[in-house]
């Protein structure tokens, strides 16, 4: 069984920073495409950033430069630690964040949540300006 756990969220300043860190296990998590998301009130969830099993990254543009994503397998590959590093935060950037485990190995570059089989249950980042 698969499961995703997110932790690290807060309360920041604008221009501060936080880590988020999320641990997917279960049904080799770690060969496959993991990503963040995030939804703010009303709006639509969005992708911020996501990562292949060989660590390539792709952002968001509203990230780009700001958030870095990254991951860590288990020796097993049972396991996939996952953590979106969060700098020069804005309050735009306030928001639930949810890691997911996309349906296949590779992101092709895009962040359909139809894609996304697998998620956590979110931990919240706000922004204060």
């Known amino acids: 069984q698969v499961q995703l756990a997110e932790s690290g969220g807060g309360s920041v300043q604008a221009g501060g920073s936080l880590r988020l860190s999320c641990t997917a296990s279960?049904?080799?998590?770690?060969?496959?495409?993991m990503a963040w998301f995030r939804q703010a009130p009303g709006k639509e969830r969005e992708g911020v950033a996501s990562?292949?099993?060989?660590?390539?990254?792709?952002?968001?543009?509203s990230v780009k430069g700001r958030f870095i994503i990254s991951r860590d397998n288990s020796r097993d590959g049972a396991e996939s630690n996952l953590a979106l590093q969060m700098n020069s935060l804005k309050p735009e950037d306030s928001a639930m964040y949810y890691c997911?485990?996309?349906?296949?190995?590779?992101?092709?570059?895009?962040?359909?949540?139809?894609?996304?089989?697998?998620w956590g249950q979110g931990t919240q980042v706000t922004v204060s300006s």
């Open positions: 997911a485990r996309r349906v296949s190995y590779y992101c092709g570059g895009e962040f359909s949540t139809s894609t996304y089989d697998y």
């Open positions: 279960g049904d080799f998590s770690s060969r496959y495409c």
């Open positions: 990562i292949d099993r060989a660590g390539s990254p792709n952002y968001a543009d």
